[in-house]
């Protein structure tokens, strides 16, 4: 019996540390998916330096809240991150004495979209067609090297994918998100300027024409956003902020890689 019940324990404990193993290498590999979800593929490179349009660096419009806001957004029952709401709530005073007895206050300020929560984020490498160069070289004998050279300025602009109440707002929290997730540089417009270059070279074969593509990635993120009523109220010394009538919208967006471009080398017998 004793043998029996050793025979056991040892199972259970085996079973254990290979159902441990097991656990451990599929959040390992889980870890390593969503890592290289984002990787930035060899065919995309970065033209920050070659741009012949300047970018702004894209700031992410996140503040830190200050200690009255911390106290003001932990007293509430939803989630607040809009920025534009910290940002007022950072902005403002509250002086309460612990002799105010009996002193009450509820002051609206407004309807805001409070937080936004991802549901899906991927990235299209070929967005937006920008550019292409191309050469005939079907009464060549030898190899003609070709490389990238932008012919006109492209502006590319992202976007929410359907119409939303206070938009600006909504996307800042998304492009929050979006960049928290996938460590791009992103922005909502990014241009690149006329004669941007780069040195890589392909090669187009005798008699042969060859189509270099260029194109803008981006992000497209989904999720929902939640909106509330909000209320700042003061009873004697003790200040909270209190949400009400709570509405949830889901929403999607496009939002251009910022200095980056992805490319498409095509060889062909006949024009295309």
Known sequence: MKRKLVFIVAVMLIFGLFAGTVMAEGTNKSKGEKADKFKIP???????????????????????????????????????????????????????????????????????????????????????????????????????????????????????????????????????EASKKTKLPLSFTTIIGGATKKDQVYNVPPKRLGYLYAYAPAVNEKGKVTYGEVYLVLKGSKKSIVVKNVTHQGIGAWIPVQDHVSYGFLVSETPR
């Open 42 to 176: 060899s065919s995309v490179l970065d033209i920050s330096q070659d741009n012949t349009y300047p970018n702004p660096t894209q700031d992410l419009p996140y503040l830190q809240p200050s200690k009255l806001t911390k106290e003001l957004i932990n007293s509430a029952d939803v989630e607040i991150e809009n920025p534009d709401l910290i940002r007022i709530l950072n902005e403002s005073a509250i002086q309460t004495s612990p002799l105010a007895l009996g002193y009450r206050a509820t002051i609206y300020l407004g309807q805001w979209p409070l937080n936004y929560e991802s549901s899906e984020t991927s990235t299209n490498w070929e967005y937006e067609k920008i550019n292409t160069n191309y050469y005939d070289n079907r009464g060549g004998k030898t190899p003609f090297k070709i490389h990238y050279k932008q012919e006109m300025q492209k502006i590319v602009r992202g976007g929410l994918t359907a119409e939303i109440q206070d938009a600006d707002e909504v996307k800042k929290m998304m492009l929050i």
